[in-house]
């Protein structure tokens, strides 16, 4: 997801992370640890002249890594995680 302001959003399942990169160069300002998957693509709203951010995590999910014995982990519970954007 691309701001207005220059800013990209990615989620990333392979390493559970929630980045912002400088559209101008690719620099990561800003990171958080997801408590699961990522699984869908960041949406973003406003409130009250308010930005935020939210991102649909955890559930089976369809690239859910496999344990070391090849079976699937327990699938983490549904949920949304929702960031509020610095005010302008």
């Not at 997801?34 to 960041?42: A, R, T």
């Not at 991102?55 to 089976?60: D, E, F, H, M, R």
């Not at 699937?72 to 954007?85: H, N």
Request: charged residues 15%.
């Amino acid at each position: 997801m691309v701001t207005a302001g220059g800013l990209i959003f990615v989620a990333t399942s392979s390493d559970r992370k929630f980045r912002a990169y400088d559209q101008d160069n690719g620099k990561v300002l800003w990171e958080y640890s997801l408590p699961s998957l990522s699984e869908g693509v960041p949406a973003v709203y406003e409130v009250a002249a308010r930005q935020y951010i939210a991102l649909p995590v955890g559930g089976a999910g369809l690239f859910q890594p496999r344990n070391t014995d090849g079976t699937p982990p327990v699938p983490a519970p549904g949920q949304y995680i929702v960031f509020a954007l610095p005010k302008k």
